[in-house]
Structures are given as structure tokens and as C-alpha cells.
T-cell receptor, first 117, second 111 residues
């Protein structure tokens, strides 16, 4: 089946630094990618939806200047957490939608664990 | 707004036991319903889905029936295996392309 990869799988950074997370669709072209955040014992929270070549659409309450999303190609989207703080520590999951003609399927990456010290 | 409520885990079962993970939803219109599974170290994978009332989704021995009258989509398996140990997410999609997830239920199956 389709595969979505994320890199890195785990990152630890100091407060105030920026962290970039990559999401790639390995064997299909994804016109739409999604970024989710998951807190312990909480459901996945959609942060933003990005379409290739256009600006991301952020969900209410998500700071667009803090969570920069770039969807530069049909196989790559990046999430940059700028000036990270301990409260940004979380599990970030990307998802890519492939297929066409009403048969689109959403595929998920394995997630990136971010710890901000 | 749309929401999904699923039973809290963790759930621990012995091999070959019967599994039920409850899921109820609130949504406008007629949503499609999904169960996703996340094995350790991997991304979420679609396990099964149902797109209209009374549909039954099934895969790998798991089943779930779309019950409109009770707004439920409970996941069942007659005989679980150790390899079924994972986190299971119930989700819905109503109208828009966005999935709304439950909190996930961790299942551990012991030999």
C-alpha cells in the first residue's frame, strides 16, 4: 500500500530554536497533505491542510506564524515549529491524500515526537 | 460540531478472546465512519469503513456496523491475536474532507 514517511521520528531541541519536520509520500503524488498534533490520551487534532503550491489552511486556534507549513511539491510537505517552547512538545503526524475520482484515500505517516527542553 | 467518543483504554485481553471497542459519534448529515489502526512505530492505517447506515465494514477479522439509530460504530473481533496489539481510532468524515478522530484505544493482547 501507499507509504508516507516522516523525518525525523524523534527530536529534542532547546527552547527558542526552530525544528523542521518533513513528510513525504513515497509512491504516490499527494495534492493535499494534512498535519495533526496528538496529545497524550487525546485524539488527533488537525492543525492545517496544505495543497501543493498554495498556502496552507490553518484550523482555528493554530498559530500560522508559529507552525510554518510548506507544500513545495506533490511528494513533500514540511512543518517548521518556530521558536519552540516546552508547550509545543507533542506528537506530530502528517497525512497525505492520494487517488482521484472520489476514491481518495488518506495515508498517515508514523509521526514525529518533539520534546522541547 | 462533529465529535467521536470511543471507550478509553487500555484494553488487555488474552489471545482468542472476543474484542469490542465502543464508538459513538455526533455529526450533522450522514457521515462516513472509519476505524484506523496504529501498530507500534507505524502510521495510522485504514482498517475498515462504512459509508451509509446499516453498512458493515470488515477486514482482517474485524467488523463494525454503521448504526444510525444509536449513532454507533463499534469495532468487534471474535478471536484476537497477539499481532492485533495496537492503538485503534474511530473516525468520521461528514461533508468536508477532514477526518474527526476519537482519542484512540490501546489494545494489548497477551499470549
Amino acid at each position: 500500500g501507499a507509504v508516507v514517511s516522516q523525518h525525523p521520528s524523534r527530536v529534542i531541541c532547546k527552547s527558542g530554536t526552530s525544528v523542521k519536520i518533513e513528510c513525504r509520500s513515497l509512491d504516490f503524488q499527494a495534492t493535499t497533505m494534512f498535519w495533526y498534533r496528538q496529545f497524550p490520551k487525546k485524539s488527533l487534532m488537525l492543525m492545517a491542510t496544505s495543497n501543493e503550491g498554495s498556502k496552507a489552511t490553518y484550523e482555528q486556534g493554530v498559530e500560522k506564524d508559529k507552525f510554518l507549513i510548506n507544500h513545495a511539491s506533490l511528494t513533500l510537505s514540511t512543518l517548521t515549529v518556530t521558536s519552540a517552547h516546552p508547550e509545543d512538545s507533542s506528537f506530530y503526524i502528517c497525512s497525505a491524500r492520494g487517488g482521484s475520482g472520489g476514491q481518495e484515500t488518506q495515508y498517515f505517516g508514523p509521526g514525529t515526537r518533539l520534546l522541547v527542553l | 460540531g462533529d465529535s467521536v467518543t470511543q471507550m478509553e483504554g487500555p484494553v488487555t485481553l488474552s489471545e482468542e478472546a472476543f474484542l469490542t471497542i465502543n464508538c459513538t459519534y455526533t455529526a450533522t448529515g450522514y457521515p462516513s465512519l472509519f476505524w484506523y489502526v496504529q501498530y507500534p512505530g507505524e502510521g495510522l492505517q485504514l482498517l475498515l469503513k462504512a459509508t451509509k447506515a446499516d453498512d458493515k465494514g470488515s477486514n482482517k477479522g474485524f467488523e463494525a456496523t454503521y448504526r444510525k439509530e444509536t449513532t454507533s460504530f463499534h469495532l468487534e473481533k471474535g478471536s484476537v491475536q497477539v499481532s492485533d496489539s495496537a492503538v485503534y481510532f474511530c473516525a468520521l468524515k461528514a461533508g468536508s474532507y477532514q477526518l474527526t478522530f476519537g482519542k484512540g484505544t490501546k489494545l494489548s493482547v497477551i499470549p
